[in-house]
C-alpha cells in the first residue's frame, strides 16, 4: 500500500528547496526581468506539485468530496466568470498602482489557480464549505476592520471607491482606491495562491489537514516565514511587514487543518493580503506614495485569531497528529497460482 503523505525527511527537502530556489529565482536577473518578481512565487506551486506527484501523492487541491452525480460545467461558467468580474471590473480604476502586484508571472498564476477553482467547483459540492468560506473572509478581514474603527477622527484619509491623484491644495494623493482594490486583489490572491502557497506551505509542509497537529501547523508557518523573508530580502519594493506574513501563514495553516480544504484556506490567505494591499494603496500621503495603511492592531488581532485556532488544532488532533504512527499495510491474501 502506498503511503499518503510526505515522511519527514521529504518535507524536510522541500521545506529547503522552497526557500532556497525562490532566493535564486530572484537573483536571476534574466528571468526576473521577463516575468517579474512572482518569478519567486512560481517555483512554490512547480516544488510542490513535483514533490508531491513525484512521490504518488494526489495534489488534493480541491476536496475529497462530497462529489457531485456528474461533472457541472455550468459551476465552472459561474466561478470564472465572477473572477473574471472581480478582476477586470475592478481593476480599470487603478492600473498603475497595480504593475507592481501583478506581472506576467502572476498573470500565469492567476489564470490556473482560476482553472482549478472552477473545476473544484464543478467536481465537488461546495455547500458543505459555505460556512467555512464565510468564516475565512471574516476571520481575514476582522483585524482590518478593527485597525479602520480605531483610526476613525485620526489625520489619515482614505480613498474609498476611487483614487484621488491630487487635491485641490496640490498635496494629497492616493493610488487606488480601497474597495476596488480590496476586490481585485481578493480574486488574484485567492487564485494564484492556491497554485501557490497553498499548495506548498499546507499541502506539501503540513499534509493531509484530518492527520496535521499542532508541530505540523507551526513549522510549515515557520518556513513560510522564511520564504517571506527572502521576498523581503530580494525584492525592495516589497512592502509587506514579515510578522503579517508570518500570522497570516500560521492562520492560514489553521484554517487549512480545521476545515480540510485549501480553497477555505486560499480565500483567507487572498482576503488577509488583499486587505493589507487596499488599505496601503488607498492611504492619502503628501508625498503621492502609498503609506502605511494599517497599524500595530492588525498583526495582533490576527495573532490572536492565529492562537486560537492552533488551540483548536491542538484539541482536536494533539501535538503530533497522527503524524508520527505509520499507515498499517494490507494484508495480502495468497491465492492458488499466485
Given at each position: 500500500?502506498?503511503?499518503?503523505?510526505?515522511?519527514l525527511?521529504?518535507?524536510?527537502?522541500?521545506?529547503?528547496?522552497?526557500?532556497?530556489?525562490?532566493?535564486?529565482?530572484?537573483?536571476?536577473?534574466a528571468?526576473?526581468?521577463?516575468?517579474?518578481?512572482?518569478?519567486?512565487?512560481?517555483?512554490l506551486g512547480?516544488?510542490?506539485g513535483?514533490?508531491?506527484r513525484?512521490m504518488?501523492?494526489?495534489?488534493?487541491?480541491?476536496?475529497?468530496?462530497?462529489?457531485?452525480?456528474?461533472f457541472?460545467?455550468?459551476?465552472?461558467?459561474?466561478?470564472?466568470?465572477?473572477?473574471?468580474?472581480?478582476?477586470?471590473?475592478?481593476?480599470?480604476s487603478?492600473?498603475?498602482?497595480?504593475?507592481?502586484?501583478?506581472d506576467?508571472?502572476?498573470?500565469?498564476?492567476?489564470?490556473?489557480?482560476?482553472?482549478?477553482w472552477g473545476?473544484?467547483?464543478g467536481?465537488?459540492k461546495?455547500?458543505p464549505?459555505?460556512?467555512?468560506?464565510?468564516?475565512?473572509?471574516?476571520?481575514?478581514?476582522?483585524?482590518?476592520?478593527?485597525?479602520?474603527?480605531?483610526?476613525v477622527?485620526?489625520d489619515?484619509?482614505?480613498?474609498?471607491?476611487?483614487?484621488?491623484?491630487?487635491?485641490?491644495?496640490?498635496?494629497?494623493?492616493?493610488?487606488a482606491?480601497?474597495?476596488?482594490?480590496?476586490?481585485?486583489?481578493?480574486?488574484?490572491?485567492?487564485t494564484?495562491?492556491?497554485?501557490?502557497?497553498?499548495?506548498?506551505f499546507?499541502?506539501?509542509?503540513i499534509g493531509?489537514?484530518?492527520?496535521?497537529g499542532?508541530?505540523?501547523?507551526?513549522?510549515a508557518?515557520?518556513?513560510?516565514?522564511?520564504?517571506?523573508?527572502?521576498?523581503r530580502?530580494?525584492?525592495v519594493?516589497?512592502?509587506?511587514p514579515?510578522?503579517?506574513?508570518a500570522?497570516?501563514a500560521?492562520?492560514?495553516?489553521?484554517?487549512?487543518?480545521?476545515?480540510?480544504?485549501?480553497?477555505?484556506?486560499?480565500l483567507?490567505?487572498?482576503?488577509?493580503?488583499?486587505?493589507?494591499?487596499a488599505?496601503?494603496?488607498?492611504t492619502?500621503e503628501?508625498?503621492?506614495?502609498?503609506g502605511?495603511?494599517?497599524s500595530?492592531s492588525?498583526?495582533?488581532v490576527a495573532?490572536v485569531?492565529?492562537?486560537?485556532?492552533?488551540?483548536?488544532?491542538?484539541?482536536?488532533?494533539?501535538?503530533?497528529?497522527?503524524?508520527?504512527?505509520?499507515?498499517?499495510?494490507?494484508?495480502?491474501?495468497?491465492?492458488?497460482?499466485?
Open positions: 500500500m502506498s503511503q499518503r503523505d510526505l515522511p525527511w521529504a518535507r524536510g527537502v522541500a521545506a529547503g528547496l522552497l526557500v532556497f530556489a525562490s532566493w535564486w529565482l530572484l537573483s536571476t536577473d528571468l526576473r526581468s521577463m516575468l517579474g518578481n512572482s518569478v519567486g512565487i512560481l517555483c512547480v516544488i510542490a513535483s514533490v508531491l513525484g504518488h501523492l494526489p495534489l488534493a487541491v480541491w476536496p475529497f468530496g462530497p462529489w457531485r452525480r456528474s457541472s460545467l455550468i459551476a465552472v461558467i459561474a466561478v470564472a466568470a465572477m473572477i473574471a468580474a472581480l478582476i477586470l471590473l475592478s481593476g480599470l487603478q492600473p498603475e498602482a497595480l504593475e507592481e502586484i501583478v506576467p508571472g502572476m498573470t500565469v498564476l492567476v489564470v490556473a489557480g482560476a482553472v482549478f473545476f473544484s467547483f467536481f465537488v461546495q455547500r464549505f459555505i460556512t467555512w468560506y464565510l468564516l475565512a473572509v471574516s476571520l481575514a478581514l476582522l483585524p482590518y476592520l478593527i485597525d479602520l474603527m480605531l483610526s477622527g485620526a489619515s484619509g482614505r480613498c474609498v471607491w476611487t483614487r484621488q491623484v491630487e487635491s485641490p491644495e496640490g498635496l494629497d494623493a492616493c493610488q482606491g480601497m474597495l476596488p482594490t480590496l476586490m481585485f486583489l481578493v480574486a488574484v490572491g485567492a494564484s495562491g492556491l497554485v501557490t502557497e497553498e499548495l506548498a499546507r499541502r506539501l509542509l493531509q489537514p484530518e492527520k496535521a499542532l508541530v505540523s501547523l507551526l513549522a508557518a515557520l518556513i513560510a516565514t522564511g520564504w517571506y523573508a527572502v521576498l530580502l530580494m525584492v519594493e516589497y512592502p509587506v514579515l510578522i503579517l506574513g500570522v497570516g500560521l492562520n492560514a495553516g489553521g484554517i487549512y487543518v480545521l476545515s480540510r480544504s485549501l480553497l477555505v484556506s486560499a483567507y490567505s487572498g482576503t488577509f493580503m488583499a486587505s493589507y494591499w488599505l496601503n494603496l488607498s492619502l503628501a508625498s503621492g506614495e502609498a502605511s495603511g494599517v500595530t492588525v498583526w495582533l495573532l485569531i492565529g492562537i486560537g485556532l492552533a488551540a483548536v488544532v491542538f484539541r482536536r488532533n494533539g501535538l503530533l497528529g497522527d503524524f508520527v504512527r505509520p499507515e498499517e499495510p494490507e494484508e495480502r491474501v495468497d491465492v492458488a497460482g499466485d
